[in-house]
């Protein structure tokens, strides 16, 4: 079980701790101090992150604590807000997160002695970094990043300077899709209308609403009951709504139809614009018959490629995937770490050129053809874009925050005796 003192140097900039006899003053920053114990917490919070503790030089550790805390001085000064009830909500819940750790309560206040804190502490501790953390990014948000620009000429140029050292593009397919989903059959509607037809003839009888909603409803609120708690207008689907909403409090709908299926609503209370509803429901789902009549389907059309029929005439008249069918099921250019894992042994396994076996996946079936591969290449300026302004973007950003820094560091008292 991961301890509470790593816990506490993993989340930790600046633990203050009680000074001993020992310990010193290593840095003031305007009236706060920065204690020797503080520093070699810090150094350990970083070697625990798996730094090399030969590259973590005490003064150069120190540099950043003194950074840090001037941000946070700034941030207070230029009267940046925060939502302090937040942050003691997040620190408790965290704190939870860190017992429920524990076998025990007598293990976490075990630790909690080794470390010399109570769990009061332990929690202000918490709030504390939160606090600084949200200080200091709100604040470069505020004055530092709002000041970072990136033109498209400085990323152009950047591109042109650059491309022949930019990631290469690996060697890649035209991706074509051919999908289509097991939907129920008509027989399998009417099955399911029957069956709802006979339950609202039930309840309008006499029959129990709840006991046959716990019985015969394919919702999850069947444990309930059928009952689905309060609701505004805008929550359920509209043809649920507009039905429930007409009813008066112990009313029972007719049968409503819905993309989920068949309802039966009793509405059970209103309150202001809210009401309470019950429901049973009844999902038109598909039976084997119906997988074993679309993968005959997809069968044929596998057969007529391979016969020589053009894959993208097929996919624009069958496939079901909006975006790509309009396309001829072209999906874009894939590499193969681009193809989804899913699907991507049985891509690749397949000769370029060639269709697949039918494939299928939660009521889905597909079919892939590689239909053309590319070669290596330099990616083109369009597809390397976002990158690029991401890449420039943090680049200016660090340098507008030393630039910012430094000059914070001119105008406030700071002494280093280290």
């Not at 470390?115 to 949200?134: G, V």
């Not at 709002?146 to 990323?155: H, Q």
């Not at 989804?340 to 076996?357: C, D, H, K, N, R």
């Not at 939660?362 to 597809?383: A, H, N, T, V, W």
């Amino acid at each position: 079980m991961r301890k509470l003192f790593l816990i506490v140097l993993l989340i930790s900039m600046s633990l203050i701790t009680n000074a001993e006899v020992l310990d010193k003053i290593v840095a003031k920053v305007g009236s706060d101090i920065i204690l020797m114990s503080e520093l070699e917490q810090q150094i350990s919070q970083l070697q625990s992150q798996g730094i090399d503790p030969g590259m973590l030089i005490p003064r150069a550790v120190l540099n950043q604590m003194v950074d840090q805390r001037l941000m946070v001085q700034k941030a207070k000064e230029l009267n940046i807000k925060i939502d302090e009830q937040a942050i003691k909500d997040y620190a408790a819940r965290y704190l939870k997160q860190i017992k429920a750790q524990y076998p025990n309560e007598a293990a976490f206040q075990a630790d909690l002695v080794k470390m010399k804190l109570t769990q009061t502490e332990l929690q202000k501790h918490f709030e504390d970094q939160i606090t600084e953390n949200a200080l200091s990014e709100q604040l470069i948000e505020k004055y530092i990043s709002t000041k970072v620009k990136v033109e498209e000429a400085e990323m152009l140029a950047f591109y042109e300077t650059s491309k022949d050292t930019l990631a290469v593009k690996p060697v890649s397919w035209d991706l074509r899709l051919i999908v289509r989903e097991v939907m129920p059959s008509e027989q399998s509607e009417l099955r399911a209308r029957a069956v709802i037809d006979s339950i609202y003839q039930a309840v309008q009888t006499g029959a129990d609403f709840a006991q046959m909603a716990t019985e015969f409803s394919d919702c999850a609120s069947a444990q309930q009951g059928g009952d689905l708690g309060f609701f505004k207008r805008g929550m359920m689907v509209k043809e649920f709504e507009d039905a429930a909403f007409l009813l008066d409090v112990g009313e029972i709908s007719k049968v409503v139809e819905s993309q989920f299926g068949y309802h039966i609503i009793k509405l059970t209370e209103k309150r202001g614009d809210e009401v309470r509803a019950s429901h049973i429901l009844k999902t038109v789902a598909a039976t084997d018959q119906d997988e074993e009549r679309e993968m005959a389907l997809m069968n044929e059309l596998r057969s007529r490629i391979l016969a020589g029929e053009d894959f993208a005439v097929i996919a624009q008249e069958y496939s079901l995937d909006p975006e790509s069918k309009a396309e001829g099921g072209y999906l874009g250019d894939f590499s193969e770490q681009d193809i989804p894992q899913l699907f991507s042994a049985p891509i690749l396994s397949t000769p370029v050129g060639e269709v697949t076996e039918v494939l299928k996946n939660e009521g889905m079936l597909y079919l892939f053809i590689r239909d053309k591969e590319l070669p290596q290449r330099i990616f083109s300026y369009e597809e390397v874009k976002e990158q690029l302004q991401a890449y420039l973007f943090q680049a200016k950003q660090v340098e507008a925050y030393q630039e910012w820094i430094e000059e914070a560091k001119r105008k406030a008292f700071i002494e280093i005796t280290l």
